[in-house]
């Protein structure tokens, strides 16, 4: 009878619908991990936080959202100076999520991210790392703890980006935090954060230290591009 082939063709197809309604949140939720093989380009991301209606804190009266992206602008420059390729997360002050973010440094197969914050508080330059726990790499790894296998190598970044800091004489803090963005990255990445220099902290002849000095801005963006150049020499290192 008809209504009985019907039925048993809709008993068939049964499992094949459950299985794909199954695995398809999965795949939505899941990224594959980095290949072991690095690719040939060294490429850096700067990613310069917040923007478009997202103003980020206040430095003086301006939106951290301009002091990021500027800081993006000059220490592009610097690094394409040096050889090094570089994929911006803005251009301009438009919105970004943080999983664009995660998508455009992912996409671009990056050997290094940063993640660029300002703040009138605190002293010199804070970097930031996942606090998630490291894990080893896996073929699928879920979206909102990729960064997970790659916490050990952006430990490592942010020691070279301490070294170079250090060496131009500007203060250092190291943390580990929940970063959205970074979290979903599958790259060695870290949050620089931009401090003021206070008084006791500066050195005849360096920067005056404030968030909206030129000569600050340019002390910190150079140890970040030498930084970054001794991360890819490095990384060249069989």
Aim: hydrophobic content about 50%; overall charge neutral; charged content about 15%.
């Amino acid at each position: 009878m008809p209504w009985i082939n019907c039925a048993v063709g809709m008993k068939r197809l049964l499992p094949i619908f459950a299985g794909t309604f199954l695995i398809a949140p999965l795949l939505a939720a899941q990224v594959p991990a980095a290949p072991v093989a690095r690719p040939a380009r060294f490429v850096v991301v700067l990613d310069a936080a917040h923007g478009g209606s997202d103003n980020g804190a206040s430095l003086n009266g301006e939106p951290e959202k301009a002091f990021t992206l500027a800081l993006s602008v000059r220490l592009r420059s610097l690094l394409a100076a040096r050889g090094i390729a570089v994929v911006t997360t803005r251009e301009a002050d438009k919105d970004v999520t943080a999983d664009q973010r995660a998508e455009i440094a992912n996409h671009a197969a990056a050997q290094a991210c940063l993640s660029l914050h300002a703040t009138e508080s605190g002293l010199g330059v804070h970097l930031f790392t996942s606090s998630l726990a490291p894990a080893q790499p896996a073929r699928m790894v879920p979206w909102k703890t990729a960064q997970a296998a790659w916490v050990a190598r952006s430990l490592e970044l942010a020691g070279v980006l301490n070294s170079a800091l250090a060496h131009a004489s500007v203060p250092v803090i190291l943390g580990r935090t929940g970063l959205p963005g970074v979290d979903s990255m599958t790259c060695p990445a870290v949050a620089v954060e931009i401090a003021p220099l206070t008084a006791a902290a500066r050195t005849p002849g360096h920067a005056a230290g404030s968030l909206d000095d030129t000569d600050y801005q340019a002390q910190v963006a150079t140890a970040l591009a030498a930084a970054l150049l001794e991360w890819r020499e490095g990384s060249s290192q069989p």
